[in-house]
């Protein structure tokens, strides 16, 4: 029942902001293409209701029909942001240039359309990101491979873990480290969905990120029982001399801090934090942590949201340090919502640990 009134509160909050949205955008449009106002409207609740109707047809009676439509929204939803930006660049433009409104509105339409392909099929490939990273105390150079933000749901399932487990496996890694979003949370999961990911040719191990949280932990838990992923919830184990440590996503404040200060961390030995949010890497530090990985930003995953995703999260993307603790942030192996990338990448991250004396 919580679940269900926090899902209601949610659809209605974003229904009511993709209201105004879709308002703005189809009222101008309207205005530039001199449609009638009946027109209009209909449009604009239509197009405004697509997305949270596609939400609750697919998790009520998810089939081949419903996540089409859900992709639809989905996408619409993305292009509704290119759409606002063209409008708002239009506005700014008309007041230099004599445009005349019906070729303003076309253009507008054609050149989101233009662009919201390219960010669809953009958002297709899967980039090897690699990086190198010297840790102290690191016995022999190891191989690890960081998934993150997979987002297994109506728009990417068991297709996209088949593509994602060959691409990890002609890596050759020794660990893979997947540090949350497993689930998107857009339709119910299904065992079946994570049958390849026990084709991965080394041990996998999970953190829990917020929309594990918002599926329902203990259904995700249930799904991927049948897998080999061991998932770690505020815990520690080590394997090849590695502390590997995953730490749950959680709404209280310095919850990763608390967590770490019960754990028995030996800061002689190397140690690995799979922490889904970049935050807290002060608390990571301060325990002794050499390595954080994390996911979550997405970078922005498209425009404009590259550039605004930068004043919520100071470590947005790519590798950071802090008093001896290093810090990556992944840009996700999937997506969430729209599936479009447009200034990121879907990234499988080969991160290579390498001997402090060997970084010469």
Same mark, same amino acid.
């Given at each position: 029942?919580?679940?269900?009134?926090?899902?209601?509160?949610?659809?209605?909050?974003?229904?009511?902001?993709?209201?105004?949205?879709?308002?703005?955008?189809?009222?101008?449009?309207?205005?530039?293409?001199? &449609?009638?106002?009946? %027109?209009?409207?209909?449009?604009?609740?239509?197009?405004?209701?697509?997305?949270?109707?596609?939400?609750?047809?697919?998790? +009520?009676?998810?089939?081949?029909?419903?996540?089409?439509?859900?992709?639809?929204?989905?996408?619409?939803?993305?292009?509704?942001?290119?759409?606002?930006?063209?409008?708002?660049?239009?506005?700014?433009?008309?007041?230099?240039?004599?445009?005349? *409104?019906?070729?303003?509105?076309?253009?507008?339409?054609?050149?989101?359309?233009?662009?919201?392909?390219? #960010?669809?099929?953009?958002?297709?490939? &899967?980039?090897?990101?690699?990086?190198?990273?010297?840790?102290?105390?690191?016995?022999?150079?190891?191989?690890?491979?960081?998934?993150?933000? $997979?987002?297994?749901?109506?728009?990417?399932?068991?297709?996209?873990?088949?593509?994602?487990?060959? @691409?990890?496996?002609?890596?050759?890694?020794?660990?893979? &480290?997947?540090?949350?979003?497993?689930?998107?949370?857009?339709? @119910?999961?299904? *065992?079946?969905?994570?049958?390849?990911?026990?084709?991965?040719?080394? *041990?996998?191990?999970?953190?829990?990120?917020?929309?594990?949280?918002?599926?329902?932990?203990?259904?995700?838990?249930?799904?991927?029982? +049948? %897998?080999?992923?061991?998932?770690?919830?505020?815990? $520690?184990?080590?394997?090849?001399?590695?502390?590997?440590?995953?730490?749950?996503?959680?709404?209280?404040?310095?919850?990763?801090?608390?967590?770490?200060?019960?754990?028995?961390?030996?800061?002689?030995?190397?140690?690995?934090? $799979?922490?889904?949010? *970049? +935050?807290?890497?002060?608390?990571?530090?301060? #325990?002794?942590?050499?390595?954080?990985?994390?996911?979550?930003?997405?970078?922005?995953?498209?425009?404009?949201?590259?550039?605004?995703?930068?004043?919520?999260?100071?470590?947005?993307?790519? &590798?950071?340090?802090?008093?001896?603790?290093?810090?990556?942030?992944?840009?996700?192996?999937? %997506?969430?919502?729209?599936?479009?990338?447009?200034?990121?990448?879907?990234?499988? %991250?080969?991160?290579?640990?390498?001997?402090?004396?060997?970084?010469?």
């Amino acid at each position: 029942m919580k679940r269900l009134i926090q899902m209601v509160i949610f659809l209605s909050v974003f229904f009511f902001g993709f209201l105004v949205l879709n308002y703005y955008i189809f009222s101008r449009i309207g205005m530039l293409l001199d &449609l009638s106002k009946i %027109t209009v409207y209909s449009l604009i609740f239509i197009f405004a209701i697509s997305y949270p109707a596609a939400t609750v047809l697919e998790r +009520t009676v998810s089939h081949i029909i419903t996540r089409a439509l859900y992709t639809i929204a989905s996408a619409w939803m993305g292009m509704s942001f290119f759409i606002i930006t063209l409008l708002l660049i239009y506005e700014i433009l008309k007041f230099i240039f004599n445009i005349p *409104p019906f070729t303003a509105g076309i253009s507008i339409i054609a050149i989101a359309s233009v662009i919201s392909t390219y #960010a669809i099929f953009n958002s297709i490939f &899967l980039e090897i990101k690699e990086i190198e990273i010297s840790i102290p105390n690191l016995k022999r150079d190891m191989r690890i491979v960081q998934l993150s933000d $997979m987002h297994i749901g109506s728009v990417r399932n068991s297709g996209f873990i088949k593509k994602i487990v060959k @691409k990890t496996n002609a890596l050759n890694p020794h660990i893979v &480290l997947i540090t949350g979003d497993t689930a998107d949370g857009s339709a @119910k999961l299904h *065992p079946y969905m994570f049958n390849d990911i026990d084709k991965l040719k080394c *041990p996998v191990f999970l953190g829990i990120g917020n929309h594990d949280v918002y599926e329902g932990i203990d259904n995700v838990l249930e799904v991927l029982k +049948t %897998t080999n992923i061991r998932v770690l919830r505020d815990e $520690m184990v080590e394997i090849h001399d590695l502390q590997i440590i995953g730490v749950d996503y959680s709404f209280e404040k310095n919850y990763l801090k608390n967590v770490l200060l019960q754990l028995e961390i030996d800061k002689s030995k190397p140690s690995i934090l $799979m922490y889904h949010v *970049p +935050t807290e890497i002060e608390a990571a530090s301060a #325990a002794g942590i050499d390595l954080q990985i994390s996911g979550h930003t997405h970078k922005g995953q498209f425009f404009p949201f590259n550039y605004l995703g930068r004043l919520v999260f100071p470590y947005f993307n790519g &590798l950071y340090r802090y008093n001896g603790t290093i810090l990556y942030v992944s840009q996700g192996t999937g %997506t969430w919502g729209p599936p479009m990338r447009l200034g990121s990448k879907n990234e499988i %991250t080969l991160i290579k640990l390498i001997k402090e004396h060997d970084k010469d």
